[in-house]
């Protein structure tokens, strides 16, 4: 993530632009839910694709422990399901 550029093209929709902001960071640590309120953040301002700040998430490394395993700060991108070709061999008439 471009962190002098300050704007660029969303990796999600790929035609809106992730900005600056400020967001809620919110994860679980531990069975318990971890939130730091005014953190930087890029959000898109097309689709609302939010990515916070590398250096952010460092810094929540360096107070959680960076070698912990339990700390999981993996982007939640949500899960689309891919569109299926059409079955060539299926005939296509309407359903009753």
Known sequence: ?????????CPR???????PALATYTRLY??????????RVYICDVCGYQEFSEQALDTMR???????AHYDDSPR????RPVDP???NETNRPKP
Request: hydrophobic share 30%; charged share 30%; with cysteine.
């Open 62 to 68: 360096d107070l959680l422990g960076a070698d912990d």
């Open 1 to 9: 993530m471009p962190e002098q550029d300050e704007t660029y093209f």
């Open 86 to 88: 059409p079955d060539i």
């Open 30 to 39: 531990h069975g318990m839910m971890l939130s730091a309120p005014d953190t």
């Open 77 to 80: 991108v949500p899960k689309t």
């Open 13 to 19: 929709c790929q035609f809106g632009r992730c900005r």
